[in-house]
């Protein structure tokens, strides 16, 4: 199956600092969406971004699929940045009983200090 | 529209129980998922569902595990018998019905499982 590997597994960075955070993948997809976990769980959408690229506030999301690799911006960052990033995507090859498939990364774990 | 919802949050239970789970997806959305995250994890896959069609299962999937979605509206998700490596945070998702695999998925809030 499909390889997901995020980098770096951990970042701890000051409040104010920029970042990215990278994910790559082993084959085509035709899916990628990178999430947010809160402290309690639960998974925050981020970006739909099977290819090119998206902004929201200070985050931003650019995926090259024929580079089979996707980063994740955070700028001036702050301390509610803070959990686990994931990178989730479905593989060109997945047929229609497989489209709720999505294959995830282990995660970033990002620390904001004050 | 509130989102994906799940119940219970919590769940402690003894070895060899049943446990039932329930998750009410986003309005209008045909397609459901379960999946399942232990700690340090990513969430893995558990089933999918369109409508109340159940078209795939992973080999995660224990036989003690059975997910329903009986209306093609909320699911189910049971294990029987349950067993200290089933402990975990148990997610659904749902999406649109869209084109073919191009469709976002939004996740619940969970239900954390701890079995004693």
């Known amino acids: 199956g499909i390889q997901v590997e995020q980098s770096p597994p951990d970042l701890i960075l000051q409040e104010g600092a920029n970042s990215t955070l990278r994910c790559n993948f082993s084959d085509s997809v035709n899916n990628l969406q990178w999430f947010h976990q809160n402290p309690w769980g639960q998974l925050i959408n981020l970006f739909y971004i099977p290819s090119g690229t998206k902004q929201n506030g200070r985050l931003s999301a650019t995926t090259v699929a024929t580079e089979r690799y996707s980063l994740l911006y955070i700028s001036s960052s702050q301390t509610t940045d803070s959990g686990v990033y994931f990178c989730a995507v479905l593989p060109s090859d997945a047929g229609g009983t497989s489209y709720g498939k999505l294959t995830f990364g282990q995660g970033t774990i990002l620390t904001v200090h004050p | 529209d509130t989102g994906v919802s799940q119940n219970p949050r919590h769940k402690i239970t003894k070895r060899g129980q049943n446990v039932t789970f329930r998750c009410d997806p986003i309005s209008e959305h045909n397609r459901l998922y379960w999946y399942r995250q232990t700690l340090g994890q990513g969430p893995e896959f558990l089933t999918y569902?369109?409508?109340?069609?159940?078209?795939?299962k992973s080999r995660l999937l224990s036989d003690r595990f059975s997910a329903e979605r009986p209306k093609g509206s909320f699911s189910t998700l049971e294990i029987q018998r349950t067993e200290q490596g089933d402990s975990a945070m148990y997610l659904c998702?749902?999406?649109?019905?869209?084109?073919?695999?191009?469709?976002?998925?939004?996740f619940g809030q969970g239900t954390r499982l701890t079995v004693v």
């Open positions: 998702a749902s999406s649109q019905p869209g084109a073919g695999p191009y469709t976002e998925a939004f």
């Open positions: 569902f369109q409508n109340e069609a159940q078209l795939e």
